[in-house]
């Protein structure tokens, strides 16, 4: 069975403080690893989809490492609209569905 | 393009009322998911669509019932509501393949309240 653990469960950060989330995950046969953003009340926002160790995206102060058990979210001098819900998610084997993590609750104060 | 849409996007039920919550995708994507998000317990999945009149089980299946008459339609079913499904729901599409596999788009969500 497919499993995603995030943490830090919340993280509070200043403006301009950089840090980073992890995702560990465990997984037969990863076919792809994926970031979502959620904002408060809305849907999860697709971010990232990471398919092999090593692999890299980037996304204006948000960047996504791969490794063979977990992934990084690393926030580059982080802003308030960088608050939200990071969620991690997994789909592995022959699943045509996703496992998500429950999710790192980030806070960015001035 | 509207995305995927979910109605309706509040709902109060009494117990052992039915209900059907309504999810459309104008992406032309294959499969279609239901989920359920409480706090601390994250997204689960409830049932799945891999094409139109195909559904599956997820994680959390009892109590819901899912129909998928067309492609571009997934409907979850609560027939005796139960004060343990009030939570917000989700619906997701996406499509197999290519560089953008299994990356699933999200509804706004329906918030379900069972007195």
């Known amino acids: 069975e497919d499993q995603v653990t995030q943490s830090p469960e919340a993280l509070r950060l200043q403006e301009g403080e950089s840090s980073s989330l992890n995702c560990s995950y465990t997984?037969?046969?990863?076919?792809?690893l994926f970031w979502y953003r959620q904002d408060p009340g809305k849907g999860p926002e697709f971010l990232f989809t990471?398919?092999?160790a090593g692999e890299e995206k980037e996304k204006e102060r948000l960047k996504a490492t791969l490794t063979k058990k977990e992934s990084f979210l690393h926030i580059t001098a982080p802003k308030p609209e960088d608050s939200a819900t990071y969620l991690c998610?997994?789909?592995?084997?022959?699943?045509?569905?996703?496992?998500f993590g429950t999710g790192t609750r980030l806070q960015v104060t001035l | 393009n509207a995305g995927v849409t979910q109605t309706p996007k509040f709902r109060v039920l009494k117990t052992g009322q039915s209900m059907t919550l309504l999810c459309a995708q104008d992406?032309?994507?294959?499969?279609m998911y239901w989920y359920r998000q409480d706090p601390g317990m994250g997204l689960r999945l409830i049932h799945y669509?891999?094409?139109?009149?195909?559904?599956a089980k997820g994680e959390v299946p009892d109590g819901y019932n899912v129909s998928r008459l067309k492609k571009q339609n997934f409907l979850l079913g609560l027939e005796s509501a139960a004060p343990s499904q009030t939570s917000v729901y989700f619906c997701?599409?996406?499509?197999?393949?290519?560089?953008?596999?299994?990356?699933?788009?999200f509804g706004p969500g329906t918030r379900l309240t069972v007195l």
């Open positions: 997701a599409s996406s499509s197999f393949g290519g560089s953008s596999y299994n990356e699933q788009f």
């Open positions: 997984v037969s046969g990863l076919r792809g």
């Open positions: 990471l398919y092999s």
């Open positions: 998610a997994v789909c592995g084997g022959t699943a045509s569905k996703l496992t």
């Open positions: 992406m032309n994507h294959e499969y």
């Open positions: 669509s891999v094409g139109e009149g195909t559904t």
